[in-house]
């Protein structure tokens, strides 16, 4: 679980820096590519980090 969140965690760190770049060398396309990725990431973390629901423990992996 700790390396999902890992993995989690890089993406949204690899989108920070994508978008700022982005911003930087004012590419509004690579922008908008980094803030999807590090929206993903995050995504991904906070999924890592709930809870089960009654019923979907099981589907976890």
């Known amino acids: 679980m700790e390396e999902?969140?890992?993995q989690a965690a890089k993406k949204e760190a690899l989108g920070s820096v994508k978008e700022a770049l982005g911003k930087?060398?004012?590419n509004?396309?690579?922008e908008a590519e980094g803030a999807a990725e590090k929206?993903?990431?995050k995504a991904e973390g906070r999924k890592k980090d709930a809870p089960p629901r009654k019923g979907e423990a099981s589907r976890r992996s």
Do not use: W, Y
């Open 4 to 6: 999902k969140n890992d």
């Open 24 to 26: 930087v060398i004012g």
């Open 28 to 30: 509004e396309r690579v």
């Open 39 to 41: 929206a993903v990431g």
